[in-house]
């Protein structure tokens, strides 16, 4: 057996070791490794691939821009599988007119306030614990709640309560993954805010799904 080792610290890069010592370049802390003013990221939320980009915030999110208006903001130990892709909302094209063509960008004008253009959007906000499956898709102003589940390939808008299973194109909602109460509670408790020592103290109950020991932890 091992020796144990230390949980990774939150501005690792890679918090992930090989058998030889190497890190794994696959696997990244977030909030180290992306510096854009957008994005708003939490501690020891992590995205996986397998093949490792240069830029991994234009890889996740790759309409979300220095001077976007809106943000992507996603909390902490959040998990984000191979292939998730967030498309931010300067993404858009107007959709009221009778074209959704953006004239605005490609010349005849200065681009601000010009009527091809949509208004901004709003905030693509991700809670806390939240596992986003391969290749899913996080569509612009999507808030999903703490907790949530997302499955491989879905296709996610609008607003996803906390603790839900969601899955299909369009993403659904399958079903909560406890009972009304129970999110409640584990909502007000919010594991995700102590510090790392004392959530380590209480991975069985958390992971475990031991409300009565989380609560006395």
Same mark, same amino acid.
Not at 62 to 73: A, G, I, N, Q, T
């Given at each position: 057996?091992?020796?144990?080792? &230390?949980?990774?610290?939150? %501005? ?5 070791p090989? &058998? ?9 802390f ?16 992590y995205?996986?691939a397998?093949?490792p ?5 234009a890889?996740?999110a ?13 909390g ?25 063509y953006?004239? =605005?960008?490609?010349?005849?004008? &200065?681009?601000?306030?010009r009527?091809s253009m ?5 905030d693509?906000v ?30 996610v ?6 603790y ?13 993954r406890? %009972?009304? =109460?129970?999110?409640?509670?584990l909502l ?12 380590? =103290? ?7 799904g031991?409300?009565?020991?989380l609560e006395?932890a």
């Open positions: 057996m091992p020796d144990a080792r &230390p949980f990774a610290r939150p %501005d690792a890069a890679h918090p992930v090989m &058998p030889d010592g190497s890190a794994h370049p696959g696997t990244v977030l909030k180290p490794v992306i510096d854009h003013p957008r994005w708003e990221l939490g501690d020891y939320t995205a996986s397998h093949h980009p240069a830029d991994w915030a890889q996740l790759p309409y979300l821009f220095d001077f976007s208006p809106e943000r992507l903001v996603i902490r130990f959040c998990q984000i599988a191979d292939g998730a892709l967030f498309v931010t909302a300067s993404a858009n094209h107007r959709r009221d007119g009778f074209s959704t953006p004239f =605005a960008i490609f010349g005849g004008g &200065p681009v601000d306030g009527p949509p208004g901004p959007g709003r693509t991700v809670g806390h614990d939240v596992w986003i499956g391969t290749r899913a898709t996080i569509l612009p102003g999507a808030r999903i709640g703490s907790g949530t589940i997302i499955g491989a390939g879905a296709v808008g609008g607003e996803i309560p906390p839900s299973l969601v899955a299909g194109n369009p993403g659904r909602v399958i079903r909560p406890f %009972d009304a =109460a129970t999110v409640a509670r007000e408790i919010g594991w995700w805010d102590w510090s790392i020592d004392r959530i380590l =103290a209480a991975e069985a109950a958390i992971c475990g031991d409300l009565a020991a006395a």
